[in-house]
């Protein structure tokens, strides 16, 4: 048995002791959430407090309603979306409150710093990932993250951004297409575009 | 070059096995998808492909320290378990409200009060008003003696001795109305509000303008005489006008009305003490001396009363009056002054007047 699947037993021990009414199993429920949630949270608004607040009262609300919550499978779409709805009915609210309009929300702007270098990459990589973020859209950003960094299944990500899973996938697939086409141009390519590059003059000579 | 095949890139990228395994995460997926690797070589493409966007597309959360989480983790079970579901926010939000409800309880208050009060105040003010406007006022001249009257609208009434008015505290807005036994001279406050005068003659109708009526139950005629202004009198449902200068006199008995042309004062100069008989009987004379000197004059001779006489008489004593008029005429007086009674009070005078035979009567 290898570790990932030790931690999916763990969660779905927790899960069902929670079910159950053990209050501790909520905290293995949290600690194993947190930190995507923050994350996902100060993406939508940069407000690191306020997103640790909603946190914290939406796990408050989870322990409440413990008995209508249904599978595990779903909770943590089930997280973001209600983290989000409620980031969202906040900040609106501080809007109206300060009648301000500066406060941004749901850009999920994305610096270097943003992405993780593997060995075969370097910061130059990062940057012009990021430059190339830039050119995306609120929600095809968005999209992005769902996908690669909670993994959540398209019909998930439909919950979350209230559309239908073709448009989902067309999001993501667009988005997808930009980036690609984005660092290819920027001369970005692997020891595999060499060798198509290579096999390509080889083909022409032919 | 061969076609790119999108189909597979997208089914890789769908696989939420594959993404874990190509970010790193899930190593017990690795021998699964090198062999995916060598048994799809014509997708060979678009299989690196989806690994080196799944790669670029590693995101690095801000790494949180397990414990700092397992510290957010023990407020939020505090904050749980103590019911206190408010956040930091939320409890800046239930301050605000406390304090804004706190602020403004006073404010409700006072001006609940205010409104209370002005509305009693309101209330109190038109009970009050109505209570005047029905509670009458009565003033009295006694014999002997004259007053003024202020109304409450600011016209004045002079009342004459043994006379009577009755008005409202308080007049209300439609109408001025006074009820008058005896004799009054107006000087009636200019108003919208139309004037009435009761009395035993007509109703009189009234704009702003002075006037004087006499209206004695002792007397046959009710005399209006206006000074100044304009007047009218409901004379058996006519409205008849009276002009500056013209004297109305209504008989009683017959229910109607003559107007002549006077002089005004003729009729007002009582307020001075002035009176001026122009043919006048003796009887009418005895009368008003009745009632300006509290005295019982008696004719011995019932046609005496009869005797006509023009004279002006002006604050003179009540002997020098008997002196006076017992000169112009073959009569007689006799004071007889009052008496005390048994109760320790007096009579009224009395003065009893008959014929002089010792004079001469002259004809006229």
């Known amino acids: ?206 | 070059m061969r076609q790119w095949d999108q189909n597979i890139f997208e089914e890789l990228i769908s696989n939420t096995q594959f993404v874990s395994w190509a970010k790193g995460e899930d190593l017990s997926e690795a021998e699964h998808w090198n062999s995916w690797e060598k048994n799809h070589p014509l997708h060979i493409n678009e299989f690196r492909e989806a690994v080196r966007m799944v790669k670029n597309l590693r995101f690095g959360a801000i790494d949180i320290k397990t414990a700092d989480i397992q510290y957010l983790w023990a407020k939020t079970s505090e904050r749980i378990q103590l019911g206190k579901p408010s956040s930091r926010f939320r409890q800046f939000i239930l301050q605000l409200t406390k304090v804004a409800a706190l602020l403004l309880l006073p404010v409700m208050l006072v001006s609940a009060w205010l409104l209370y009060s002005q509305y009693n105040l309101t209330q109190k003010y038109s009970n009050l008003i109505q209570d005047k406007h029905e509670q009458k006022v009565t003033v009295v001249a006694p014999i002997g003696a004259r007053i003024l009257v202020d109304l409450p609208d600011g016209s004045k009434a002079w009342l004459n001795s043994g006379s009577e008015i009755t008005y409202p505290i308080i007049f209300n807005t439609s109408e001025r109305r006074v009820n008058l036994t005896g004799e009054a001279y107006f000087k009636i406050q200019k108003s919208e509000t139309p004037f009435y005068v009761n009395s035993l003659g007509p109703e009189i109708k009234v704009y702003g303008t002075e006037f004087n009526v006499n209206s004695y139950v002792d007397e046959e005629m009710v005399t209006i005489a206006l000074a100044d202004g304009k007047i009218s009198m409901d004379v058996n449902g006519n409205e008849e006008f009276l002009l500056p200068g013209q004297v109305a006199f209504f008989d009683k008995k017959r229910s109607s009305a003559t107007t002549i042309n006077s002089e005004v004062n003729v009729y007002s100069g009582w307020r001075e003490g002035k009176y001026i008989f122009m043919d006048t009987s003796l009887s009418s004379i005895l009368r008003i001396l009745q009632r300006q000197h509290n005295v019982k004059i008696q004719l011995l001779n019932p046609e005496l009363g009869n005797y006509r006489y023009k004279v002006s008489i002006n604050n003179e004593s009540l002997e020098q009056i008997l002196n006076l008029l017992s000169i112009s005429a073959p009569i007689k007086y006799n004071y007889k002054h009052r008496a005390l009674k048994p109760d320790g009070t007096f009579e009224t005078d009395n003065i009893e007047i008959s014929a002089d035979k010792t004079r001469i009567i002259k004809t006229k």
């Open chain 1, 1 to 206: 048995m290898n570790s990932a699947s030790l931690k999916l037993i763990q969660l779905q021990n927790a899960w069902s002791n929670f079910k159950g009414g053990d209050f501790a199993s909520l905290g293995i429920l949290f600690e194993t959430h947190y930190q995507e949630l923050f994350y996902y949270g100060i993406k939508i608004v940069a407000m690191p407090e306020l997103v640790k607040d909603t946190i914290q009262d939406l796990f408050a609300d989870v322990w409440e309603r413990r008995n209508t919550m249904v599978s595990v499978d779903n909770f943590k779409a089930y997280l973001i979306i209600s983290l989000r709805n409620e980031l969202v009915h906040r900040i609106n609210r501080i809007r109206k409150e300060s009648l301000s309009e500066a406060i941004a929300t749901l850009q999920f702007s994305f610096s270097p710093e943003d992405f993780l270098i593997s060995t075969e990459q370097n910061s130059e990589h990062s940057r012009l990932l990021s430059i190339s973020m830039d050119g995306l859209t609120d929600r095809q950003r968005e999209v992005i993250l769902l996908r690669f960094f909670h993994e959540l299944e398209f019909h998930e990500i439909s919950q979350v951004l209230k559309m239908n899973i073709q448009s989902v996938r067309n999001l993501l697939f667009r988005a997808l297409d930009k980036i690609r086409k984005d660092m290819s141009d920027q001369g970005i390519t692997g020891v595999e575009n060499v060798e198509m590059f290579l096999f390509a003059i080889f083909r022409k000579k032919n």
